[in-house]
């Protein structure tokens, strides 16, 4: 498996945490939460706090991510966004890109 495939799965696998996360907080009626930093570093364990709706803004694409301020990596992606306590950066490498978004659990409702 090459690198950037790694790095996109990787990605994704911390998008799927983040569903789990949201189905919960959604469950006992929480406006907020703490997300984990969708980076493509498999050890990073940082905590990024938000809104329900931010969440939702992230994953209205399957080529958005969310992730700590510093941890995107340029080869990869760009900062759409800045939020203050994250950033929204979406995959612009095309093998990356095409990895994340045929991963996205939300695909068959697009
Ligand atoms: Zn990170």
């Given at each position: 498996m090459d690198d950037q495939v790694k790095r996109a799965r990787t990605e994704a696998l911390f998008r799927d945490v983040n569903e789990r996360i949201a189905?919960?907080?959604e469950r006992f009626d929480a406006d907020s939460t703490q997300?984990?930093?969708?980076?493509?570093?498999?050890?990073?364990?940082?905590?990024?706090?938000?809104?329900l709706d931010e969440y939702e803004e992230v994953r209205a694409d399957g080529a958005t991510f969310m992730?700590?301020?510093g941890?995107?990596?340029?080869d990869i992606e760009r900062v759409v966004r800045r939020?203050?306590?994250?950033?929204i950066v979406e995959k612009v490498q095309s093998t990356v890109r095409a990895t994340v978004r045929?991963?996205?659990p939300r695909a068959e409702l697009a």
């Open positions: 189905e919960s907080a997300f984990v930093c969708e980076c493509a570093d498999a050890d990073c364990a940082d905590r990024l706090e938000a809104t992730l700590a301020d941890h995107e990596h340029i939020k203050g306590r994250f950033n045929r991963l996205n």
